[in-house]
């Protein structure tokens, strides 16, 4: 151990008396920081759409440069690095998105995605300077140090603004482990600490210097400890399924994927002339699908697929006359991603419309009130106006009042066929499970989540946003129903099965008989769930207090900062 109190293989470069290269200095500077660049490579290659290869390793090495260094600013460094390496690898699409939806041209969405990744999870380099500081400030002993960056380190993930709510919890549903089952316990949220905990106890063992040929006690059963967790979480899951498959009722739902491209899309938002053919391809699909599938129940369309306002008010409009006569002639109803508009806010929403089928709309339309920062909302519009008018396409949209449940009356062919206590669900919504929590808890039978991926690319945007919308099926054992423009359009089970997922970038209808309980009781998590906050800041709070190292004088336990 050296003076400053590193280990001689994570010495920060030196410097002699004459300048070095630039070549020299970069290089320096990448040897000194690899174990944080080794951690956002792992990362980001182990999360959706890569096999999660990694996940039990991949915050470790960043854990065990964090034990190693002494410096606040280079703790803070080398958290910010991890954290920019996965977003490049892990969110790529942002450049694409910014292209296609921004309209800005690709030297400008490269320069997009360079700031998303400089400042997106600023958690990683928050919670490893935090602990730094109170390992410093209460002389925290070895492993108490590990377990409290495991409760900040979750903390900082959940309080720290994200624009998308991803975790390492997501892959364990992604690769079908059976560990995931239990997230109707303890959430993805839960899995993802226990992952964290998990690569914390492996970063404790790679210190205490365990290798394959190592003798000693301490490295392999911190090593066994990891892997026990693992297991125990996976065990917990086997089977739990099985008792979600009993339900008493059926709902078939006729999912329609328009495959209606940007510019169209654009066009059709902007003028409503545009909008008569993107109206009539659905209209088209879902014939087609009614007359191969006459069962159907309920038709289902995705977000914003009718291009124009369907309150009712505008019932004059034409595209609003062509649809309600479509579902007075076909007696199906239909649910729609449309648009809202407030004539006494003078504001636009995004929203979700159900036709009984009769054609009317018997319940209030669902606004969207979880909004996307950037794509349906400005930071701080209301005090910077102009901003809207310097980037018009970005959306300004209206918040709307929050989770709400839709009564929807199944029809097949005019014959009544009873009703479903729908949770709706607009694109972005599906990631925040308190949301899908609220729906719950007014009684959604099943969740129906209508989304439109075509502006993010393929294939990692589309397959993150699918998993990471299914979860919540299981935390909270609804069946799930997800319509998207593009695809991927699916659905899942209460107990977690996933159904046919539609062909990417094609126009495509398919039948979905959805099983579900007509009075679904709620899961642990539902009711307790949330608690996982107090949970982690208890244990901050006892660590701090009881995980001193009372070895530790004031002179030996003393750390240098810069």
């Known amino acids: 151990m050296t003076k400053r109190g590193r280990t001689l293989s994570n010495q920060e470069p030196t410097t002699n008396k004459t300048s070095p290269s630039l070549w020299a200095r970069t290089k320096a500077f990448l040897s000194y920081y690899r174990l944080p660049i080794l951690s956002g490579f792992l990362i980001g290659t182990s999360y959706i759409p890569f096999p999660p290869w990694a996940l039990l390793f991949c915050l470790s090495p960043l854990f065990v440069f964090w034990q190693r260094e002494t410096s606040w600013k280079r703790v803070f460094i080398g958290g910010w690095i991890t954290q920019f390496i ?202 087609k699908g009614l007359s191969e599938k006459p069962e159907t129940q309920l038709i289902l369309w995705p977000e914003t697929a009718f291009p124009d306002v369907l309150d009712s008010h505008y019932s004059s409009l034409t595209l609003h006359s062509l649809t309600r006569g479509f579902v007075q002639e076909v007696k199906t109803p239909l649910l729609t991603g449309g648009y809202s508009r407030d004539l006494r806010q003078n504001a636009v929403y995004n929203a979700l419309f159900y036709m009984n089928a009769a054609g009317f709309q018997p319940e209030p339309t669902y606004r969207k009130s979880i909004l996307l920062v950037f794509g349906e909302t400005f930071p701080f519009a209301e005090y910077l106006p102009y901003m809207e008018k310097l980037f018009p396409n970005q959306g300004s949209f209206g918040r709307g009042a929050g989770p709400q449940v839709m009564n929807v009356e199944l029809s097949s062919m005019g014959s009544p066929s009873g009703s479903l206590r729908v949770g709706p669900q607009i694109c972005y919504e599906g990631l925040y499970s308190w949301h899908s929590a609220e729906l719950a808890k007014k009684g959604a039978q099943v969740f129906v989540n209508v989304t439109n991926d075509s502006w993010f690319g393929w294939p990692f945007e589309p397959n993150q946003h699918l998993y990471m919308t299914l979860a919540r099926a299981i935390e909270f054992r609804r069946p799930l129903m997800r319509s998207t423009n593009t695809g991927i359009t699916t659905a899942i089970t209460a107990a977690g099965d996933v159904l046919e997922k539609s062909p990417v970038g094609v126009e495509w209808t398919g039948l979905y008989e959805i099983p579900y309980m007509s009075n679904p009781p709620h899961t642990l998590y539902e009711k307790f769930g949330f608690a996982w906050t107090w949970v982690l800041a208890l244990s901050v709070v006892l660590l701090l207090v009881f995980g001193r190292n009372r070895r530790v004088d004031g002179t030996n336990g003393s750390t240098r900062r810069t």
């Not at 560990?179 to 210190?207: C, E, H, K, P, R």
């Not at 059963?221 to 917990?236: E, K, Q």
């Open 86 to 287: 996965l977003n490049l690898i892990g969110f790529h699409w942002i450049s694409y998105t910014a292209v296609e939806f921004g309209h800005f041209p690709w030297i400008f969405g490269l320069l997009v995605l360079f700031g998303f990744a400089a400042t997106a999870h600023l958690h990683y380099a928050i919670s490893g300077l935090l602990c730094r500081i109170f390992k410093d400030k209460f002389r925290l002993g070895s492993g108490a140090d590990l377990l409290l960056l495991v409760c900040v380190f979750g903390l900082c993930d959940r309080f720290m603004p994200m624009i998308f709510p991803w975790h390492l919890g997501y892959p364990w549903i992604w690769i079908g482990l059976p560990g995931a089952q239990f997230s109707d316990v303890i959430g993805f949220d839960g899995l993802y600490y226990f992952t964290i905990l998990v690569n914390a106890l492996i970063a404790w063992a790679w210190l205490a210097g365990w290798s394959p040929r190592s003798r000693e006690r301490k490295p392999w059963a911190l090593i066994t400890s990891a892997l026990a967790i693992f297991l125990l979480l996976n065990l917990a899951g086997l089977g739990r399924k099985n008792s979600w498959r009993q339900t008493d009722s059926t709902a078939k739902i006729l999912a329609v994927q328009g495959n209606i491209g940007n510019f169209e899309k654009l066009q059709a938002e902007l003028q409503r002339n545009f909008g008569t053919p993107v109206v009539q391809k659905y209209l088209e699909l879902s014939r």
